[in-house]
């Protein structure tokens, strides 16, 4: 076999690694640090901030609830995955430029070729690089939150959201002892609430953090369906089968909230809704399942995570995790 033909054969190789590598990565990308599950009607609505969770929260990316507002096709896809670098127009150009490079390699160019197309990868990445960074300096600017610019203009008796952000008005706050106010603080309200919620309600969301993070370690698919929706038991079913095809066991334990914001409360037929900003301290590891060894994680030192829950109960019945979110 000829040098040529060799060089041909390994770029065609390496070409088609970096493809299937690139749609791997994509994939994985998309599922750590997501959002997934349905906040009903609102489903497709950012998460007002908090003082917990003070950006403006995206709406859910994964979510078996269709979008049906009259602006849907201005929004990206509720099934499609977070953008990254190597996701929509960049990583169009990326296997645009790689299939083309190929083609040219197979029809005979040879290393003259290659190089070529060595070099137009390099400006296609330069121009991939640049459009990503307009593109994401754009998507800040829409979403995010509107100044603030008559918070000093509020009436008295009245607290702005400003007040709410700095745990000085009544907006915001779960009123259980040490979970975001005091003890002796007054009672809080959601900022967005057409649903009143009452001191078991609360203690509920705080019980669920506990009980499906516990679930959730020791793979108990049963407690799960208890716990959450049947669409959440799907997206949490498939992280375990993830990890599981990985030979990798997530471990979670020593769940703790620190601090507790509602966000909305609303009621929608016979359905309530509540969405809270939770931040909360675990021993969070990732374990090799042969050998227990731990390969993510530091299982003596606690982790602090903050993130969006949705709670919904149906007739008044218990409520349940329905979706999960992630601060911007």
Known sequence: MSRSRRAKILALFTGLILAFSMASVDYAEARRGGSFGSRGAR?????????????????????????????????????????????????????GLLLGGLIGLLLGHG???????????????????????????????RTQPPAMAGAGNAPRGT???????????????????GFGNPADAPPSQPLSS????????????????????????????????????????????????LNAHKGLHNEVSDVKLLEADIAESWSEGARDYATAALRYEALDVMRDRA????????????????EIWTF?????????????????
């Open 43 to 95: 489903t497709h609505q950012s998460v007002p901030p908090t003082r917990t969770a003070p950006s403006q929260v995206a709406p859910v990316e994964r979510s078996m609830t269709p979008n049906t507002a009259p602006n849907a096709a201005r929004q990206p896809s509720a099934a499609q995955p977070r953008s990254g670098f190597m996701n929509g127009l960049g990583g169009s150009l990326m296997r």
């Open 159 to 177: 607290s702005s959201a400003r007040e709410a952000h700095s745990g000085m008005g009544t907006a915001g706050g779960f009123t259980i002892p």
């Open 194 to 241: 057409d649903l009143a919620l009452e001191q078991d309600d609360l203690n509920r969301f705080e019980a669920l953090l506990s009980d499906v993070q516990n679930a959730f370690a020791r793979e108990d698919h049963d407690a799960l369906r208890q716990l959450v929706t049947p669409e959440m038991v799907s997206y949490l079913s498939e992280e375990l089968a």
């Open 111 to 141: 290393l003259g070729g290659l190089a070529g197309f060595l070099g137009l990868l390099l400006q296609g990445l330069l121009i991939a690089a640049v459009v990503m960074l307009a593109l994401r300096f754009f998507r800040s600017q």
């Open 291 to 306: 050998t227990g060894k731990i390969v993510e994680g530091d299982a003596d030192a606690p982790s602090q995570t903050t």
């Open 312 to 328: 919904v109960r149906e007739n008044g019945g218990d409520w349940k995790l329905s979706a999960i979110q992630q601060p911007n």
